[in-house]
């Protein structure tokens, strides 16, 4: 057997960088695969489809997982078994947006197993590779025989210097005022995450337009490859939809609409709710048996739960729509109650309580120091992160018992987002390393949006200097094509029932954040516009509130919080600081109780020195600043004669030393230095000459003395 000719085609980036898609060629046995290269970057992606469901299957089970390798980079795992484990935080991520891309365009009812795996095999150290995984993915569905209504494909979108670009290299991100990553098929956008210095509400729609027009031609160029490969694409497997049985759906709906109308307008809380709506369900069987009989029963009973699911979620959208009335009976842009308190935790460097509706957030901060970063190895290298936020979303905060095996996908998504909106407004210069943790006490509708709202106190009440108080807030939208209504602060009923969900975060100022997931076909822009709009009315709303607990952030840190000063000094005295095998540094923190830091920065070295004690600072600062004195010409000192030469006297002062020459020493001649000085003498000397390529300091005692008559 010869050399395999894969398929290909390529199109071209708004930047003119060409992108290949290939297939044919590697794993042959999967139900689709494509290779995508851009520059020297390569993503491989396959996947597959079971050619039937499980018994009893009712959801679709579909799995993402993208993976970079890390021979990819040339390197070698840095953890101790030296090879990939687990998806990294960064890797569920980008598995999480693609799987909220395609997971809609599958046809409802298909519950066949189904898994995509995408993998970075070679890597570009300037391409970013997140903004091709979905493509490949959609690429690899797209040469299949697998029922997928797409294709699609994502971007990332980025503004700097006022000009929007598409998949912008790494080196160009550093300076980017908005970087969302945009979903689409060629008709409708379906996705939209990420974060932004304060933009506007019409800089992030221009975004996703300029995303869309450039996923238009991604789109264009998988639907010409499938026709390439010709009848494996483009004829898909036959399945069999799950049958409706109208004659059920309509027993149903007569036996239970009227109740679930009466529940869904009578504003009752979450678990009255949900225990009316279990009573229903509970008493439908029983009328069902009356009506129709136990053989019916048998027959169909499997089908009742998801049938009366289904109409519960028709009949509550159509009774906003029409009755313009809400589960709890809020107007559509009205926001819970809220309450929020800060410092509730005595211990922590800074706390805050955020708690809306029946959504309650408990946030904690911490202060470390520069030894405290986390350290992020991936694939195309490691790096340090001295803003960490952890989000908790125990099993008791929705009432239900589950094991506790640490955070899911769905925490580290939305810890993620609340990291990157809070990060939008920390000071330039920090000094400390910050660990918030949100714990998820309560749940009912966006707890994530909650996670913002506390952190953003946590700070406040910590005492960090952030630019401004960022908020949070879930928005809704259900449409009939004819009827819109958005909402405000949903419910997580009502999360389930919408045609775009999306959260979005900021400051008074503008948007820091943002995560949207668009379900409805040929979403207008006005429409998308006044969603935005009525998000920050929200927004602002839920700030005004959070100020009734704290306006300003501290002015100092907690008195038990960690201090901690920055200085800087001549890279060359770094190794004097340190000192041979760390003694000096190990010495002067043992004898300041201080913790001590030293990072290299071009020319310079930045000593962090960190302690609860002022004090203890201040006597670790007087070290260092006697080790990296730099003395100048005309300079005057108090010295003591450390050594005594025939040319001269060698004088020690401030953790200097230089030479007193013989000719320096006096206006008259001195014909034996010994007569003069001993050692540990004391003398005033100043600083006539310094040596510019050795740094030897000459000294003179003479030009102190007055001249003899």
Known sequence: MGKINPITTSFSLPSGQEVIIETGKLATQANGSVVIKVGKTMLFASVVSAKAPR????????????????AA????????????????????????????????????????????IINLISADEDILPDAYAALAASAALSVSNINFDGPISEVRVIKINGEYKVNPLKSELEGASLNVIVAATMDNVMMVEGDAKECQESELIEAIKVGHEAIKVQCQAQLDLAQKVGERATIKREWIPEEINEELKELITSLTKEKILTVSRGALSKFDRKDQFGDIKTELKE?????????????????????????????????????????????????????????????????????????????????????????????????????????????????????????????????????????????????????????????NGSSSMAT???????????????KSAVSGIAMGMISDGTKTAVLSDILGDEDALGDMDFKVTGT??????????????????ALLEKALDQAKEGRLHILNEMSNSLSEVRDDLKPHAPRMVEIRIDKNFIGAV????????????????????????????????ASSNKASID??????????????????????????????????FQGKSGLLHVSEISHTRVNNVADVFKEGDEVRIKIVDIDKKTGKLRLSRKVLLPKPE
């Not at 299957?57 to 993976?67: G, I, T």
């Not at 913002?452 to 952030?466: F, P, Q």
């Not at 008074?508 to 822009?525: F, N």
């Open 578 to 609: 340190i000192g041979p095998g760390g003694k000096v540094i190990q010495e002067m923190q043992a004898e300041t109780n201080t913790i001590i830091n030293i990072e290299e920065d071009g020319e310079f070295g930045i000593v962090s020195i």
């Open 73 to 116: 980079a040339g390197r070698i795992p840095g953890n101790f078994f030296r090879r990939e484990t687990r998806l990294s935080d960064y890797e569920i991520l980008i598995s999480r947006l693609v799987d909220r891309a395609i997971r809609p365009l599958f046809p409802d009812g298909y519950m066949h197993d189904t898994q995509v």
């Open 619 to 652: 006597a670790a600062m007087a070290k260092i600043n006697k080790i990296t004195f730099m003395p100048g010409v005309g300079d005057e000192f108090d010295g003591k004669v450390a050594s005594v030469m025939p040319y001269g006297v060698f004088v020690d």
């Open 287 to 443: 009328a069902i048996l009356e009506a129709k009989g136990e053989e019916y029963v048998e027959e169909f009973g499997g089908l009742f739960s998801s049938y009366f699911d289904k109409i519960k979620k028709e009949t509550i959208r159509r009774m906003v729509l029409d009755e313009d009335v809400r589960l709890d009976g809020r107007k559509f842009d009205q926001v819970r109650p809220i309450w929020t308190e800060v410092d509730y935790l005595p211990s922590t460097h800074g706390s805050a309580i955020f708690n809306r509706g029946e959504t309650q957030a408990l946030t904690s901060l911490t202060l470390g120091t520069k030894l405290d970063k986390q350290m992020i190895d991936n694939a195309l290298g490691n790096y340090y992160e001295d803003f960490i936020l952890h989000y908790n979303f125990p099993a008791y905060s929705v009432g239900e018992t589950k094991p506790m095996r640490g955070p899911g996908r769905r925490e580290v998504g939305h810890a993620n987002l609340a990291s990157r909106s809070l990060k939008q407004v920390l000071p330039e210069e920090n000094p400390y390393t910050i660990r918030l943790v949100s714990d998820i006490l309560e749940s």
């Open 508 to 525: 008074s100022k503008g948007i820091t954040g943002c995560q949207m997931d668009i379900k409805i076909d040929g979403l207008p822009y």
């Open 55 to 70: 018994e009893g299957q009712s959801f679709f089970p579909l799995s993402v997982d993208y993976q970079e390798k890390f």
């Open 452 to 466: 913002v709202c506390a952190g953003s106190l946590a700070l406040m009440d910590a005492g960090i200097k952030i």
